[in-house]
């Protein structure tokens, strides 16, 4: 077994070097426990993280998840103090370009701005006329409903004119697998020790809880805890462990492609380019470094989603047709935009949530914890989940009930109480956008 040698015995597993795994990983090492990470994979972030937009926003739907975002921006701020180290072979980095978002029709903002003027998350309420002078590139018109290439409408003029929020302490991490390799390092600081090549294949119990896992190697790996943090991998995990049966929330893999395309004067990173969600025509796309834009999509209803039950099988290439509805609708949105000859991007999976709020929980099988569902939303949240998920399995290895009783976790920048309850595999259906902007 790769690098584990005579780790049979540890205090905490964590399936899963992600993002967000690694970062369980260094909470749970600061928390003093003996931690071993098992990643099928040949490295840190090297999963769904390293397909990531990296984008860090805070225009969620729920009081939760936007005290969320921004309680683990501040750490994204100054990361050296948040990893305690600086990593040797190069620190990931935020970028602060600003978010414009585009208010369209069951995407207006007030859900979110009540919550952002009582947490001091600073923003402007653009009308239609300073939207159209501040972002000349942009044609601010409303062509809402996103409609598909193949609809006769898809063409048709605006009907009006758009108002937008503009969100100026939002950026994206110039480098999401990076971010993950720095967790990881300052986690091994704290003593954790991380296994790649080495593939889960098991969950092991006896009656009282979890008692580890088996890797397919067939080497055994021996804990009280066993964390899930296996990204679209993780409903398999959650099957292998048998703890899908009290989930009243499910999640799986969704297909998702992301593309990149030459960014037009005006809307360069060095243009002071804002990161733009454009819910009325159905995507987002920023700029990035080297002059191109990074475009996704946001499930629009007239897109069809392609759910994945092995994400093994799945195709790491963009298709023809979704670049093209891509590239067509930033055109809309950007008339100086000039599309390219031929697609450049990628295919990743989301590991969608029904409500596209994440997982953050305990389960069923005492001992085995699970961070879920992240949705294609959560990669901004990675050093506060790490934080969430050391808190939950604190208390419920130290005997608290936190399904009765839900932990609440204190915002360390905003002294807020952030209710983990708003997490729980078990909780009803938040009411969200319904789309990965949560
Ligand atoms: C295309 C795309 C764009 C995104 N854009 C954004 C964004 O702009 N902003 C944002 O906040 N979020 C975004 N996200 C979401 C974010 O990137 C993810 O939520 C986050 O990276 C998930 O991290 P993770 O550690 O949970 O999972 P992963 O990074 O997928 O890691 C899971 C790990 O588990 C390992 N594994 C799986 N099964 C096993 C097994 N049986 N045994 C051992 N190891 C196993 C895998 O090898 C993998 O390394 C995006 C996601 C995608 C796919």
Known sequence: MHEVGDLVRADAIVIGAGVIGSSVALELARGGRDVVVVDKGPGAGAGSTSASSSIIRYSYSTRDAILTAWEAAQMWFDWEAHLGAVDPDGMARFIECGNLILRTTGYDGTAITPWWDEFDIPYEDLDAATLAARFPMLDVGKYYPPKRLDDPAFADDAVGELTALYSPRCGFIDDPMLSAKNLAYAARLHGARFAFRCEVVSVERDSVGVTGVTLASGDSLVAPVVVNVGGPHSRIINEMAGVTDDMAIGHRALRQEVFTAPAPVGLRLEDGAPFVSDLDVGQYFRPQIGGTLLLGGSEPECDELHWVDDPDSNSDYPTVEVWETAMMRLARRVPEFGVPSQPTGLA????????????????????????????????????????????????????????????????AYTGQMIDLGAFSRRREKAVTSGTVMG
């Not at 596209?356 to 992240?374: E, K, N, Q």
């Not at 939950?392 to 608290?400: F, P, R």
Request: proline share 5%.
């Open 348 to 411: 990743a999976l989301y590991d969608a949530s029904d409500d596209w709020v994440p997982i953050y929980d305990r389960s069923s099988l005492h001992g085995f914890f699970m961070a879920c569902g992240t949705s294609g939303n959560q990669f901004k949240n990675a050093p506060i989940a790490g934080q969430y998920m050391r808190e939950i399995i604190d208390a419920t290895m130290g005997g608290h009930d936190h399904d009765a009783q839900p932990v609440q976790f204190h915002g």
